[in-house]
């Protein structure tokens, strides 16, 4: 691509660790050619708004890649494609506004829009590629539940996150002789609790992918006291769900929005738990604690690496794909191969294994 070649980058979804750096990546890689980057504020907003659209200068990214959050903002709501306005009369009703962002992004001459988001963003994005947008999609969520890539960039940092207070928690529980309930992220998949649990040596992990038993949950921290482990700590996917029933939630989300907003399995669980035991049993919720805070090492160096080959793939003017994680290369997968399609726990996996060997159970 000749000089003059314009890149528009948003972000969409909830925030994750390594945000900036994939905007400094890209912000970098674009200005060795020569081109320009310019920055969306919160998610689309900024193409019906384009006051919310700026210049990425190197002054303004140089060294934003340890810096958690994003420059740009992001959000999870706002999809252009059913939009919620409020008419005169106070009503909320859905609109598609997404032909006033097509025609905004070729009034301003972009020549590529970066969309760094999970499945949901991605999915909005390659819906925009179908309306003539040139678009290059970079996998964000920390859930790392998006299919086509071997991790996502905020992942590790999560993990990390919540190992730490699982770690934290031992020597409480271990103290009162209780039993810690922690729930962490994962709505449909149960990457996060799966890797911090084992890593933060808890004696019960409860994945989306697994249905428990709550009787073979209390069976197994009761034959640790046999064991003389008068403590326990369970780590909860929020997504995880009992035997023959639903994932819990705390409502609906906002008009426009077809999702839950799932929450409360840690303190179902502590509650029964002390019921089923006779033992203390307490809960805690890391939420958004696990997407807070600088990114590891692996995930600055992932959201860099993602952010310049998202800029080498606009100068081989291959639109309409995703950066991916294929160890230890990037590559490039196809949207229409990736949006709609979920990375879950696989059940025969070597980390589920792992985690019956050493004798933690899923309850099932």
């Not at 689309?44 to 060294?63: A, C, M, N, S």
């Not at 409502?251 to 839950?260: I, K, L, T, W």
Request: with cysteine.
């Amino acid at each position: 691509m000749a000089k003059g070649f314009k890149i528009a980058i948003n972000n969409g979804g909830g925030d994750a660790p390594g945000l900036n750096a994939v905007t400094e990546g890209v912000v970098l890689a674009a200005h060795n050619r020569g081109w320009e980057v310019y920055g969306i504020r919160n998610s689309y907003q900024g193409l019906l708004d384009t006051d919310e659209i700026f210049p990425l200068t190197h002054e303004k990214v140089w060294r934003i890649s340890s810096l958690g959050g994003t420059i740009l903002g992001t959000t999870n709501r706002g999809n252009p494609f059913e939009m919620p306005i409020t008419n005169m009369a106070g009503e909320t009703e859905i609109r598609d506004v997404s032909d006033k962002v097509v025609e905004n992004f070729k009034r301003l001459r972009f020549d590529c829009l970066i969309a760094v988001g999970g499945d949901g963003s991605l999915s909005i994005a390659y819906d925009f590629y179908k309306k003539g947008i040139p678009v290059i999609g970079v996998p964000k969520t920390i859930d790392n539940d998006l299919f086509g890539t071997v991790i996502t960039f905020g992942f590790d940092t999560a993990v990390g996150i919540a190992t730490e207070a699982i770690d934290r928690l031992h020597s409480t529980a271990r103290s009162h002789e209780r039993v810690m309930v922690v729930e962490v992220m994962g709505r449909h998949a149960g990457w996060i609790a799966l890797e911090a649990g084992i890593s933060g040596a808890a004696d019960v992990i409860l994945i989306p992918e697994i249905p428990f038993d709550l009787d073979k949950v209390s069976d197994h921290i009761m034959g640790g006291e046999l064991r003389g482990q008068r403590y326990a700590i369970v780590v909860a996917a929020e997504g995880a769900k009992p035997v023959g029933g639903r994932a819990i939630s705390r409502g609906s989300g906002e008009v426009g929005r077809q999702d839950v907003i799932l929450g409360g399995v840690a303190e179902f669980v502590a509650k029964e738990l002390a019921k089923k035991t006779g033992k203390d049993a307490r809960h805690l919720v890391l939420g958004h604690l696990q997407r807070g805070g600088s990114p590891t090492t692996f995930d600055r160096l992932l959201s860099l690496r993602f952010g310049a080959a998202a800029v080498r793939l606009a100068a081989e003017g291959k639109f309409g794909h995703m950066v991916a994680l294929a160890s230890p290369e990037i590559k490039a997968v196809a949207l229409d191969q990736v949006i709609g399609k979920s990375k879950n726990v696989p059940l025969d996996s070597d980390v589920i294994q792992t985690a019956r060997d050493i004798g933690i159970s899923f309850g099932d």
